[in-house]
T-cell receptor, first 113, second 109 residues
Framework: EAGVAQSPRYKIIEKRQSVAFWCNPISGHATLYWYQQILGQGPKLLIQFQNNGVVDDSQLPKDRFSAERLKGVDSTLKIQPAKLEDSAVYLC???????????FGDGTRLSIL | LAKTTQPISMDSYEGQEVNITCSHNNIATNDYITWYQQFPSQGPRFIIQGYKTKVTNEVASLFIPADRKSSTLSLPRVSLSDTAVYYCLVGDVGDKIIFGKGTRLHILP
């Protein structure tokens, strides 16, 4: 089966600019996750979708981050405006249902100048 | 939500069996234990999941004692390619998903 697809693989922007990441989960997976992983740390959950509804977005900085999963399939994560501390790898994962094993993409590495 | 504690790092040699222990003293009745492996520049990869006793698959075994307050991931006959970060997660449906800092396993030739 095809894995979780993410794009772009790398992105470099200046602070205060905006950026968007795209994720295509494994077909049939109802649950989709976005994580932020700062160098040397474990992934931090930003938002969890069940189909097209939000299950948990308690750690999403909502003043600058937004995410959507229209039609319960693909998802986009946006940052506007970006700050230096947003430099990280943004990982997307999907699972058949919540608490089932998650399948991760290889992430987007974001560098803020 | 059960907090997990793992060693920050471990070293071992090729061909050895490696055991990584995770402590989760406050594990709840319905919580499952899940382990992931992460290589540099890649997303985490699911290794194994269990609830109690022993679970084995083609890459690892997971040992869970009767009190479930800890679990041990066992990697048989490791190779250099097993050098990675290993994460232990504990939780049930609806629980907040928390990855700790994981255990950095370094396999030496």
């Amino acid at each position: 089966e095809a894995g979780v697809a993410q794009s772009p693989r790398y992105k470099i922007i200046e602070k205060r600019q905006s950026v968007a990441f795209w994720c295509n989960p494994i077909s049939g997976h109802a649950t989709l996750y976005w994580y932020q992983q700062i160098l040397g740390q474990g992934p931090k959950l930003l938002i969890q979708f069940q189909n097209n509804g939000v299950v948990d977005d308690s750690q999403l900085p909502k003043d600058r981050f937004s995410a959507e999963r229209l039609k319960g399939v693909d998802s986009t994560l946006k940052i506007q405006p970006a700050k230096l501390e947003d430099s990280a790898v943004y990982l997307c994962a999907s699972s058949l249902e919540a608490n089932q094993p998650q399948h991760f993409g290889d992430g987007t590495r974001l560098s803020i100048l | 939500l059960a907090k997990t504690t793992q060693p920050i790092s471990m070293d071992s040699y090729e061909g050895q069996e490696v055991n990584i222990t995770c402590s989760h003293n406050n594990i709840a009745t319905n919580d499952y234990i899940t382990w992931y492996q992460q290589f540099p520049s890649q997303g985490p990869r699911f290794i194994i999941q269990g609830y109690k006793t022993k679970v084995t698959n083609e890459v690892a075994s997971l040992f869970i004692p009767a009190d479930r307050k800890s679990s041990t991931l066992s990697l048989p006959r490791v190779s250099l390619s097993d050098t990675a970060v290993y994460y232990c997660l504990v939780g049930d449906v609806g629980d907040k998903i928390i990855f700790g800092k994981g255990t950095r396993l370094h396999i030496l030739p």
